[in-house]
């Protein structure tokens, strides 16, 4: 079958969609791996017990902002149960938003298998950090330092050995680690988001005015530091 590649002008790395002779007009298929995709975990809302409907905003809003710079590129927001509050408030205000569903949604499912159990491709993962890049911790920190095994600690202490909260830090992972080699990720981004709970560093005590600015900052860098690889 002769094949017609076409490339979207629109955005950053142009991306190639095969278009066969045997398919409907109009429909496109594409490979979803070939698609530049960050998944990211909701950033302060559990151990560091930022306020949910704040947080939901501050996600919203980011990624609404980040929306024209994307291209092909697409923004998951990840939790692990369909329960997750974080999820459905985020999606019922992206959905009041009209943001583009297919460059941003929300997925349900361990960061750590997104490709080998819940087939979608996500070439880079956000971590919710700790200031010290350490494994452990509980959370989706400890869930991404286990799974990709000693070869991102490696990676992360050639990078940096803490991170101030509301900004993150791009780890290429080495090709050694299972995250690389199973489930198809590239590079993990660490994020350190403002924190609300006394029993961790630096709590900012509730005060929410500073919370979101740091809150906001961390996706900023976040989303700037995806799309650095993206592009
Ligand atoms: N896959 C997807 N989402 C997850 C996973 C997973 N495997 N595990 C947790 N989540 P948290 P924080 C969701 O507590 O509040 C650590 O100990 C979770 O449901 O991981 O920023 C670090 O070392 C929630 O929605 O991060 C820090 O000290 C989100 O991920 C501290 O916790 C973030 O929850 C950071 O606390």
Redesign the pocket.
């Known amino acids: 079958k002769t094949q017609e590649t076409v490339s979207s002008s629109s955005g950053m790395a142009s991306q190639k969609i095969k278009v066969s002779e045997d398919m409907a007009p109009g429909s496109i298929s594409q490979d979803e791996s070939d698609i530049p995709t960050l998944a990211f ?8 017990q930022f306020d949910l409907e704040k947080a939901s905003d501050v996600i919203v809003g980011k990624v609404e902002e980040f929306m024209d710079k994307l291209g092909n590129a697409r923004l998951v927001l ?3 149960t369909e329960r ?1 509050k ?1 999820l459905s408030l985020v999606r019922a205000k992206a959905a009041e938003k009209k943001i583009d569903s297919k460059r941003f949604f929300t997925f349900i499912g ?3 298998q997104l490709y080998t159990k819940g087939g979608l491709c996500c070439n880079v993962i956000a971590n ?3 200031w010290r890049l350490k494994p452990g ?7 991404i330092f286990n799974a990709a095994g000693p070869a991102l600690e490696a990676a992360t202490k050639e990078q940096a050995r803490s991170l101030l909260p509301g900004n993150a830090l791009v780890v290429p992972l080495p090709s050694t680690s299972p995250l690389y080699s199973k489930e198809r990720v590239t590079h993990v981004i660490h994020v350190l ?1 403002p924190n609300m709970n006394p029993r ?1 560093p630096n709590c900012l005590d509730n005060d929410y005015v500073k919370g979101c600015k740091v809150l906001g900052d961390a996706y900023s860098s976040l989303f700037k530091g995806f799309l650095s690889i993206a592009n």
Request: hydrophobic share 45%.
């Open positions: 975990p909701s950033i302060s809302t559990a151990d560091f990840v939790d692990l997750s974080i361990d960061i750590c919710a950090a700790n911790g509980g959370g989706v920190n400890a869930a988001g961790r």
